[in-house]
């Protein structure tokens, strides 16, 4: 049985991709490059069933692409629950909004859009309930620091393509210019020995990492 083939059982078994999320998925596959970039039906679903499980008041993304994953994250927040989105692509940003619009979001999530770190530094007074990093892969420990004080004691911190497409692996030979393979490969040791979260690396797609607070 190939990969391709238990996904298409994983995602036949699982909660239906909704409407409004299929046809982000379509028109960023038609109309983008990277399109692989998006989160998609299986893994978005997870990333809703977290936050339905959660009920996070305050939400943080960064890595927004085109909203995908914002939208399944909402999810699971309360009547007085806001979510933070930060992209750094301007070009991004009408899409963003028009799909956060049309799911009813607008109050309830605020997309920033500018360098990760300098947002960050305007949001020092919130507390986290949920954060997902899928952003730039060299920065992945830098956006780690900046947020795990933040995230509240039991929170959930979650880092997308964290096997990377199997380069992760220590076996994999890395070229000399491969800085994104070794950023990755450092951040997954440096979360391991962490003493402020647990560690839970789920082999699914391109790698969740889940990282509670303790």
Known sequence: MTDDAIQDYANAHSEPEPPLLHAL???THLQLLMPRMATGHWQGRLLSMLSHLLKPRRVLEIGTFT????????????ADGQLHTIEINPERESRIRRYVAAAGLTERVQLHIGDAA????GLVGEVWDLVFIDAD????????????NQLRPGGLLI??????????????????????????????????????????????RDGLLLLRKK
């Open 118 to 121: 300098d947002v960050l530094a």
């Open 67 to 78: 909203g995908y994953a914002t939208l399944c994250l909402a999810e699971g927040l309360p």
């Open 137 to 148: 892969k060299l920065h992945n420990s830098r956006y780690f620091e900046l947020v795990v």
């Open 25 to 27: 998925w379509r028109e």
């Open 159 to 204: 880092v997308d393509n964290v096997l990377w497409g199997g380069k992760a692996l220590a076996d994999y030979p890395l070229k000399a210019n491969d800085h994104d393979t070794r950023a990755v490969r450092a951040f997954n040791e440096q979360v391991q020995q962490d003493p402020r979260v647990v560690p839970l690396l789920l082999p699914v």
